[in-house]
């Protein structure tokens, strides 16, 4: 920090301190490791001269600069890797050994040596790189000109093929292994040294053959993308290949854009109609009810078991991972990395598992670092409250709410009078999505025959409300890539009503309001003090994915009550 001018210095919640600086942005600097961050507008940062910062409920820092304000994601899952370390072009795969990282690209193969700031590319390996496989206790990369063992920060040539996607040992064969290439599958062998080298192109299959797995019976499947699977036996000596192509009768739900996975040792198919499995026993492609329940009938890009057992998947609609519980039975987690897919190299989406920290998506310029476990890191207390009822007509606030406020034992009540025309509910979401792009709809049960339509408003006015028990709820998408699935705050009162007519100076009656992290409304004629219940319960309501009905609009175009008076 010599020489940096600093304007400000805030201890986070993880114990580090965000040091803002007049000039060289804003430094992180962890105590206990003894490391230290910059964050300058090489990371976004729209200005250097940090002049103050924030930590708010969700853990992030806000910003104020000598021009605007900033966002850090400080808890993110997520990190860009590329040209910071040298990297160029769209990334394939990365693998980490003892002495460092490999990464395959566009552009060929480069290696971030264990400690180094920046990577090296490795000479020789110009051109499309791809996936990378430990075999025996080696590392094979496929690459556009065939295979190559890499080893201490170098790589060597093993094989010219027509193109190689990536390179499998056989279970049934152990002294063998094959590999995917442009068309078709070729057959390795280990020699003495117990490194891979080339036998030749096996003959009866000529389709490309990126995805590809060995079943129990030694059988090879390979998930051509365009143009369906097929089902190949090695015949004896192994350079001849029986194919089957499976077809509808097996259950094939298409026959073009495919992928093959292995999951728990089962293989998986993902298809333009949701992830089916691959029935070896019966030879038949089956639905996968285990993760169908989840996606149903989307188009599946990807989907990968990464080393503790999460399957990620991304579909039209969905990016996630389903966590296993247990042997078969996952949970599935909406993933943020939905809102980078457009950052995803979809010509060749692909995860690399090998990578000590999280898992790398490849992207159009280098890769995306994800660390599923910090997913849902928060567990949402409070992630939507009612701050504030106002009673329009007579210009005064019934309930307001301070912000971090500490959710109360038992749920606040409030009487209100006959002459409250005009209510209006204020709501405060604790999760920022993007700027202009926090959405909210309402619904006031008793009124509403559903949740309305999505709106930036947070505010909502009912007026000329009947006598009758309400209750007030309302959603918000929280998270754009798991908006249908969140829970939303509804609460529900239900004080005892009585039917006698109000008097000639009560027309609307009494309203019974109780507040508890969220807003229940009900609303009785005038009764003798003492009438009411006093009993109130509160119920969390699933966020439903449609259910749009009648709901007024907020803020500026208030709804009005009239139905029937």
């Not at 089902?231 to 094939?252: I, V």
Request: hydrophobic content about 35%; some cysteine; charged content about 20%.
């Amino acid at each position: 920090m010599q020489g940096k001018y600093v304007n400000h210095v805030l201890q986070l919640s993880d114990s580090r301190l965000a040091i803002s600086t007049q000039t060289a942005g804003l430094f992180l600097f962890d105590l206990q490791k003894q490391s230290v961050e910059n964050i300058t507008t090489r990371d976004g940062l729209s200005s250097n001269a940090c002049l103050r910062a924030f930590q708010d409920y969700s853990g992030n820092l806000w910003v104020g600069m000598q021009n605007g304000i900033a966002l850090v994601d400080l808890n993110s899952p997520m990190r860009f890797i590329n040209q910071e370390i040298n990297i160029e072009g769209s990334g394939y795969e990365a693998y980490a050994r003892e002495e460092g990282t490999y990464y395959s690209t566009s552009n060929g193969i480069y290696f971030l040596a264990k400690n180094a700031a920046r990577s090296v590319f490795l000479k020789g390996t110009e051109g499309p790189a791809y996936g990378m496989q430990n075999i025996a206790g080696k590392l094979y990369a496929g690459h556009h000109t065939g295979l190559f063992l890499l080893a201490n920060g170098t790589a060597k040539r093993i094989a010219y093929t027509h193109g190689l996607w990536q390179v499998k040992q056989l279970q049934s064969n152990p002294e063998f292994a094959i590999g995917g290439t442009y068309s078709g599958l070729y057959l390795f062998r280990f020699n003495e040294k117990r490194e891979l080298q080339g036998v030749g192109k096996i003959g009866g299959f000529e389709e490309s053959s990126r995805f590809f797995e060995e079943d129990r019976e030694g059988k090879i499947w390979v998930g051509q993308f365009y143009k369906g699977l097929y089902q190949l036996s090695l015949l004896p000596g192994l350079m001849t290949a029986a194919t089957k192509k499976m077809t509808a009768g097996q259950g094939l739900p298409a026959d073009e854009q495919l992928i093959l996975s292995r999951i728990d040792n089962d293989l998986y198919l993902g298809t333009p109609k949701g992830v089916y499995k691959i029935d070896q026993v019966n030879n038949r492609i089956v639905k996968s009810e285990t993760f169908s329940r989840v996606i149903g009938e989307q188009q599946v890009y990807l989907l990968v078991q990464d080393n503790q057992k999460n399957v990620h998947v991304y579909t039209e609609d969905i990016a996630g991972f389903f966590k296993q519980i247990s042997f078969g039975n996952y949970t599935f987690v909406p993933s943020s990395l939905f809102q980078l897919r457009y950052s995803f190299n979809n010509d060749l989406l692909n995860i690399s598992v090998h990578t000590g920290d999280g898992v790398l998506f490849n992207a159009n310029e280098g890769f995306i670092q994800y660390r599923p476990e910090l997913e849902n890191r928060l567990a949402a207390e409070k992630p939507l409250v009612v701050s504030k009822v106002v009673n329009v007509a007579e210009d005064s606030v019934l309930y307001a709410r301070k912000p971090f406020e500490i959710n109360p034992e038992s749920p606040a009540q409030l009487t209100v009078s006959y002459r409250a025309k005009v209510l209006q509910f204020e709501v405060e979401a604790f999760q920022f999505n993007e700027v202009n792009n926090q959405q909210f709809r309402y619904c006031l049960k008793g009124f509403d025959d559903g949740y309305g339509e999505w709106t930036h408003a947070t505010a909502k006015e009912y007026t000329n409300l009947k006598e009758g028990d309400y209750a007030f709820s309302v959603q918000t998408k929280k998270l754009p890539w798991a908006n249908n699935n969140q829970p939303a705050p509804s609460f529900e009162g239900k004080p005892a009503v009585s039917q006698e007519p109000a008097g000639p100076d009560f027309i609307c009656g009494t309203r019974r309001i109780v507040l508890a992290d969220g807003i229940q409304v009900a609303k009785a004629p005038l009764q003798p003090e003492g009438n009411g219940s006093g009993r109130y319960k509160t119920k969390r309501t699933p966020e439903k994915a449609t259910g749009i009905g009648s709901d007024r609009t907020a803020k500026g175009a208030s709804g009005t009550a009239n139905r029937g008076g």
